[in-house]
């Protein structure tokens, strides 16, 4: 699998990515990294315990780092969490949802890509 | 926080890097941006606003100019523990801000926060997902801007010092020379100086009108120390005079104007260099007067100098707070007031200004003259307008017609010590003046009031939506609004009236874009007017409502619930005349205290209670049901003893709902159950019936007749 067809497992735009940060290297450096980030798990606990002033701050981590990297699908459904976390209420059924299931794809996709490379 | 990680140590870097300060919470943010700038920069990381200032305050502590080890900071808004916002505030705060350029970088991008990241003093704003290159652009820019910036400033200042140094050192030793003769305090000099240089910054800034660029002012100031070398030439005896001048001596004293000036002008070689110049005008104008009645030659306005107006300034400033043969020092406060109000000569009046907005750091730069102060100073100023060049867009004149207006403007508000504000909606911020500022312990401008915990110490929330409800719900036709409300002057709550217009913009329809005004205190005259009211509503012995007082609550309250029932009830203390005659009258007084205390407590909150006169009280009270209850339990609660004395009282009530409904009606008919009570043998309460109106034989309806007949046992 290359960066490219992981890019188009994970909803993400590859050639936007590559025109920004300029470099191959740089951007599966940072979305191999992005599977070890801890803001996920982060946000996953606070909406747990209603934390949602921590869940927002999670949720916004993940949309700015999505956008960094141009993981537009995750970008989109995170940053509509994160609208909906604004001020501490209660999001929104289904953007939790939304997010989870998109982390899911994007991870595993980075996951066979990791596989790919080393194996 | 990574101090030392990934950095080499900073104080013995072998090639001098610059180093930036990167604050994210993401690692993985943190790490993009790292990647990008490591190769040309140190790298410092902190996860949220307090490392970041943790790290600034390790290093300001060896580096009390953060630019000498630190170029510049990547700062994200939305962080935990504390956001970026809050940084900057702090950065603002510690003035770190001055030496280190900040880029935000966020993925916020409503442009409130973008304004608000400019506002507190961000260089440059970079949006989430950014561009490689351009980050790496403005990076580098942002740094050589800022270095560029301040090696500039720091070259003028260094020619400007350069050129005059030498000469201010000649000149100092010349002037101490003639303090000498005069018995003046050997810091005269340095004081006119000082005070002079300020005034003409503070001038600069106000208007251009002068042309005062940082060398002039220098120029002046230095020049200034001249003022008085004619006075060489005035016999000791007369300078030192302690006395009023005769006629005589004072001409020759006034001498001394015009004489330092012919020994400048006599000067075979020099003739052309500016400080002479300046010191001419000096030397022989410091005298005149804005009025025209100075000397040597009566110059008016700005015949004079603007170089002599200023250190005639100085100079009377100086002499009134010195110490001398003739008077005692006057305080600065003083000394400021007396010049204000053109006791000590006529000046300007935008120099006048000038003095009074300067006039807390006049009294601070005299407490601590210090030579070496002097440099800061002028490096401000020559920062000040450098920056200024830029804004000269508009045209001259119009600048000037607003600079006239704003001079009048603040001029007046400055001396008339009234709280002034101004409010816009957008953006929403309150700017007040600088007196008011002061007096309210609030800054000056404040954004977004309606939500400022600072504003909401000084009028409470409510009353600020209040306040800002009733200035929108204003038209354009009639914009004048007048709010009585409580401020909070830094602890001492007091009433004030806010008299406001609201500002309606010209489209159509019209918009509300803010309000202009001014909050007079009426503390004062509210709290007599409270007092006399409590006064005249209020009998003196007991602290009930007096019985014209009672009346007119009462109208109120039938007048504004028609629909209800109400009983009135008139009742007086029986045999009080024996505890008069039996006590005495204080004895009586004590009585009537005591058996009010028994009502108020018997009463419930919304009843009137008051006395009527002597010993007979009034009760007013509204009904739903059970009304006998509730008199035989008021009834039985105001009978009892007082020391030797037994209260018995005999009462008349008379029900709204078979009268007609009218105070004297009612009034009326209670007074004649009274009476009914009163033949029926006392100490017993009695209801109206229509058999009272025209004759006495009456049905007494007392339920308590075991009571009355006990209480009469107890009498005897």
């Known amino acids: 699998m290359t960066l490219q067809e992981c890019y188009a497992a994970m909803g993400g735009d590859y050639n936007d990515a590559i025109g920004r940060l300029r470099s191959e290297r740089l951007v599966q450096k940072f979305v191999l990294k992005f ?26 981590t993940i949309k700015g780092v999505c956008q960094n990297l141009s ?14 976390l604004r001020g501490g209420t209660p999001p929104a059924s289904g953007l939790a949802e939304q997010v989870s299931a998109d982390y899911q794809e994007t991870v595993s996709a980075i996951q066979a890509f990791r596989e790919g490379i080393s194996g | 926080m990574n ?3 990934d950095v080499i140590p900073l104080n013995n870097q072998k090639k001098k890097k610059e180093t930036i300060l990167i604050v994210d919470d993401s690692d993985l943010n943190r790490a993009i941006l790292s990647d990008m700038l490591a190769q040309d920069y140190n790298v410092l990381e902190a996860e949220n606003g307090q490392e970041g200032v943790d790290i600034l305050e390790e290093l300001s502590k060896d580096h009390p100019d953060l630019s000498s080890v630190l170029s510049l900071i990547l700062l994200d808004i939305v962080m935990p523990v504390m956001n970026g916002f809050q940084m900057l505030e702090i950065m603002r ?5 001055e030496d280190v350029p900040v880029i935000m970088i966020s993925a916020e991008k409503d442009s409130a926060n973008i304004e608000r990241a400019y506002d507190l003093g961000v260089t440059d704003f970079i949006a989430r997902p950014f561009d490689a290159l351009i980050v790496h652009h403005r990076v580098i820019n942002t740094i050589l801007l800022d270095a560029k910036q301040k090696k500039l400033a720091s070259m003028v200042a260094d020619q400007i010092y350069e050129k005059e140094q030498r000469s201010s050192l000649m000149i100092d030793i010349l002037s101490h020379i003639v303090e000498f003769r005069n018995g003046e305090s050997g810091l005269h000099v340095l004081h006119v100086r000082t005070i002079t240089e300020m005034l003409l910054d503070r001038l600069a800034q106000k208007t251009t009108r002068y042309n005062l660029t940082p060398s002039v002012i220098s120029l002046i100031g230095t020049a200034s120390a001249l003022h008085d070398i004619g006075k060489i030439s005035v016999d000791e005896k007369i300078l030192n005079k302690p006395g009023k001048l005769t006629d005589e001596e004072f001409a020759i004293m006034k001498s001394h104007a015009k004489i330092g000036a012919d020994m400048l002008e006599g000067l075979s070689i020099h003739q052309n260099e500016p400080l002479v110049k300046v010191a001419y005008e000096i030397c022989r104008w410091h005298h005149e007067r804005y009025d025209g009645r100075g000397y040597p030659d009566g110059l008016k306005g700005d015949e004079i100098p603007i170089s002599a107006q200023m250190v005639a300034l100085a100079d009377v400033y100086d002499a009134l707070t010195s110490k001398r043969v003739y008077k005692p020092p006057f305080s600065h406060e003083q000394a400021v007031q007396m010049i204000a109000e053109g006791q000590c000569g006529a000046f300007n009046p935008l120099v006048l200004e000038c003095l009074t907005e300067i006039s807390d750091s006049i009294r601070d730069e005299m407490g601590s003259v210090d030579p070496t102060r002097q440099n800061r100073r002028e490096m401000q100023t020559v920062l000040q307008e450098m920056s200024r060049h830029e804004e000269l867009t508009a045209s001259e004149r119009t600048l000037q017609l607003l600079e006239h207006e704003r001079m009048k403007y603040s001029y007046f508000a ?6 002034q504000f101004e409010f816009t909606t957008s953006p929403a911020m309150v700017s007040l003046s600088s007196w008011g500022a002061k007096h309210l312990g609030l800054d000056e401008i404040i954004m977004d009031p309606l939500h400022s915990s600072k504003v909401f110490s000084v009028l409470d929330a409510d009353a600020c939506r209040s306040l800002s409800n009733t200035l929108r719900s204003t038209s354009p036709d009639q914009p004048d609004i007048c709010f009585d409300c409580q401020l909070n002057y830094q602890g001492d709550l007091r009433w004030t009236r806010i008299v406001a217009r609201a500002v309606w913009s010209s489209d159509e329809p019209p918009r509300y874009t803010g309000a202009l005004g001014k909050a007079i205190d009426i503390h004062d005259s509210r709290m007599r007017l409270d ?10 012995l007991t602290g009930l409502l ?8 009462i109208l109120e309250r039938m007048n504004n619930r028609p629909g209800s029932s109400y009983a009135m009830v008139i009742f007086d203390l029986d045999h009080f005349k024996s505890a008069n005659d039996n006590y005495g009258h204080s004895f009586g007084d004590q009585v009537l205290i005591y058996l009010a205390d028994l009502l108020r407590q018997s009463i419930r909150g919304g009843d009137i209670a008051a006395r009527a006169g002597g010993d007979e009280f009034v009760i007013f009270l509204e009904y739903k049901e059970e009304i006998e209850a509730i008199i035989d339990r008021i009834f039985h609660s105001l009978c009892g003893q007082y020391k030797d004395f037994p209260i018995s009282i005999s009462m008349g009530v008379a029900l709204s709902p078979a009268l007609p409904r009218d105070y004297d009606s009612l009034f009326h008919a209670a007074d004649q159950a009274l009476y009914t009570a009163k033949r029926s043998g006392r100490g017993r309460y009695c209801f109206y019936d229509d058999t009272m109106s025209d004759t006495f034989c009456a049905t007494v309806r007392h339920d308590a007749p075991d009571a009355a007949e006990h209480q009469k046992e107890e009498r005897t």
């Open chain 1, 71 to 84: 993981l537009t699908r995750l970008a989109d459904s995170s940053s509509a969490l994160c609208e909906s």
């Open chain 2, 531 to 540: 007092n006399l009211e409590r006064l005249a509503s209020h009998d003196t």
């Open chain 1, 35 to 60: 599977a070890e980030d801890g803001s996920y798990s982060l946000l996953q606990s606070s909406l747990a315990d209603s934390n949602y002033d921590e869940a927002f701050r999670a949720a916004h």
């Open chain 2, 546 to 553: 007096n019985h014209a007082y009672a009346k007119k609550r």
């Open chain 2, 414 to 419: 400055a001396m008339s010590k009234e709280i």
């Open chain 2, 93 to 97: 705060e510690r003035l770190w801000i």
């Open chain 2, 3 to 5: 101090l030392d990680k």
